[in-house]
């Protein structure tokens, strides 16, 4: 299964297009992998094209066992060079009839600043919460770092509450966090 969605234009922002990460992604992926902004939100950072090419690999490999849904945001108008990245990493049924995945965004540099995150989120929100797709959620997750404060906006502007904070796990999270939930629309 591949997905590619479509975000129509709005006064400020462009189309965006998300579809899955390309093997020619690997430049544009590895040089955004180079900002120090974004080497200190991720998690799991990329040192190089070849790097980037195993990672888009391991993303296909995902996307084939239904577990994470990785897309490029991209300007399909110009040049279909990713701008930033969002997921749906899939984590199951919780307690009760609780159907969950988490989301993560980020943008490029070039790219911040412009409404391409929300206009992302927003897109990719509404696919995985949409009842007649195949992954029947219920519920969407994004967790932050306390200090990320555009993620945070992003978030509410996308309509996910902030739940809860969470403790820091050094190593791979220093500080506070932000739990942001929004739930799937109740049947009609």
Partial sequence: MTVTLLADPTATVPALKLRPWQPDDAEALAAAHRDPLLRERL???LDGEEEARRWIDK???LWS????????VTDPGATDRPLGHIVVIFQGQDEGETTTAEVG???SPEARGRGIAPRALETVSRW???PRNELHLTRLELRHAT???ASCRVA???GYQ?????????PKFPEEGHLHQRPAAPPA
């Fill in 43 to 45: 998690l799991t950072v």
């Fill in 59 to 61: 993303q296909h490999q």
């Fill in 65 to 72: 066992t239904r577990s994470r849904f990785s897309f490029a």
């Fill in 105 to 107: 965004y980020w943008t």
């Fill in 128 to 130: 995985a919460l949409d």
């Fill in 147 to 149: 200090g990320n404060h």
């Fill in 156 to 158: 509410e502007k996308c």
């Fill in 162 to 170: 902030l739940k809860s904070l969470l403790a820091p796990h050094p």
